[in-house]
């Protein structure tokens, strides 16, 4: 009985020796667990700025918006790039032509003292080469040039002046059998409708009395303002023949840096190209006025010779004015010689200018200043609509110098790219790759 309680203890005792290393060994697995995980934050109510909780490690996933650049079509972006460019373009035209407008008599002075230098300055290269200073070939080149010139007017009008009585009795005589025709024409006009139409006219005359007054007052002032116009383009080709390279290199200083050597480059080729074009056309005018004039003369059509003038002057209007010469010529034909001379008046002017467009001008003028015959008729039409008989005139040969300079630029511009490209610049850069420094793999 004494000994079953000592057993009973050292059993009793083992158990409470494990159960003691069993809840050291848990401890230390708790202790081990609570410091590889945080401890959760003390609850001190709701959540403030001051303690906010912490941002997630990884942000959440959103899909990205497009380039816009990208969202919109290839087409539509070139579309709207050549748009906008185009709007300033004719906005800066039309401010241009508002200028022109402002300023027309100085502007179209300008042109033709641009014109008259380009026929002249030849010669005044030419009197240079044989020794003669600068100013002195200029000074006998100029006098020369505007005496020729003022000696064609002073011919014109006094052959138009001497002529202008056997004229008007022709034209009498031409009307008078004009009436007879139509009185015995198929077209069974009655003498009683030609007195209508011819009491119409005088009506119309006396009823617009006032108006051909202020028309009276007003070609004085068109007399005065064309005076004006004179002395400037006299002044201005004196300037320019004597000048006119010291100009021409002031007026590159005002191009920006980028563009100089460009314009610098377009300048002489369009000087030459104007040139071309105002020798070329003098030296078909005149074979125009010379033969044209020896048909109407053998043809007893009474004042050849200043319609052989007023021929030159109309052929200086490329088309317009060959027609209103002919027309003109033909119409005096008819009123003084009859239906006959007129119809051979109107065969020789078509074959004379039918020679003109088709061997002439292609060989004098060459190819550098050939218009497309509608781009001739368009040029025309707008010069003539902005400023009359002027505008007419100077219209075709800027036509040929335009034509001249955008074909050199373009050209220019071509050989500066592959000199050194330039990537696209705009909303259609974005549709390119960017550029990598490193090289593609072999």
Known sequence: MSRVPGWLGRVGSGLTAVSERLDERRAEVERENAEAEPAPPADHGPPSADHAPPPPDHAPAIAARPDPAHAVPWGMRVAAE?????????????????VISAVQLVVLAFVAALLITALLQPAVARLMRLGFPRGLATALTAILGFVVMGLIGWFVTWQVMENIDNLSDQIQDGIDELRKWLLNSPFHVTDKQINDIA????????????????AGLEGVTVVVESLTGVLLAVF???FLLYDGRRIWEWTLKLVPAAARPGVAGAGPRAWRTLTAYVRGTVIVALIDAIFIG???YFLDVPMAVP??????????IPLVGAVVSGALAVVVALVTQGVFTAVMVLVVVLAVQQIEGHILQPFILGRAVRVHPLAVVLSVAAGGMVAGIGGAVVAVPLVAVTNTVVGYLR??????ALRQPSRPRGATAAAEPAPTDTPPAP
């Open 82 to 98: 050549a748009g906008w460019r185009l709007l300033v373009l004719a906005g800066t035209l039309w401010v241009l032509m508002r």
């Open 199 to 214: 009491e119409n006219l005088r009506e119309a005359v006396g009823a617009n009395t006032d108006q051909i007054t202020s």
């Open 236 to 238: 201005s080709t004196l």
């Open 294 to 296: 020896l048909g109407i």
């Open 307 to 316: 319609l052989a003038v007023f021929i030159f002057l109309f052929a200086f």
């Open 411 to 416: 050209a220019y511009s071509h050989e500066a």
